[in-house]
Nanobody
Framework: QVQLVESGGGLVQAGGSLRLSCAASGFTFSTYSMGWFRQTPGKEREFVGAITRSGSVSVYRQSVKGRFTISRANGNNTVYLQMNSLKPEDTGVYYC?????????????????WGQGTQVFVSS
């Protein structure tokens, strides 16, 4: 069956870095765009960024541009989110998601598969 499993979350001080991974199985990973989202209690899930099937194009929400980088390894069915210069407002549960039409959409409704999430906490 389809699985997306995130890992790499944890507690980090402001200014620090984390690298999240998302391991995919049960579908043809290289034919799906991949997105990262985050959510905090009481708020809607928000788009962090996304990457195309080949990895040639990635897009980001404005607040993380220059700090976060998405990459993927199609040979390993894995997508990554490198987060640098972390801020307390980056705290949340981070989810990876897969979308089959190849674009880098920002709406959660456009995504077909979701992971269970990994918690990131940035202390001030």
């Amino acid at each position: 069956q389809v699985q997306l499993v995130e890992s790499g979350g944890g507690l980090v001080q402001a200014g620090g870095s984390l690298r999240l991974s998302c391991a995919a199985s049960g579908f043809t990973f290289s034919t799906y765009s991949m997105g990262w989202f985050r959510q905090t209690p009481g708020k809607e899930r928000e788009f962090v960024g996304a990457i195309t099937r080949s990895g040639s194009v990635s897009v980001y929400r404005q607040s993380v541009k220059g700090r976060f980088t998405i990459s993927r390894a199609n040979g390993n069915n894995t997508v990554y989110l490198q987060m640098n210069s972390l801020k307390p407002e980056d705290t949340g549960v981070y989810y990876c998601a897969a979308e089959d039409d190849g674009s880098t959409r920002s709406s959660p409704r456009e995504y077909d598969y979701w992971g269970q999430g990994t918690q990131v906490f940035v202390s001030s």
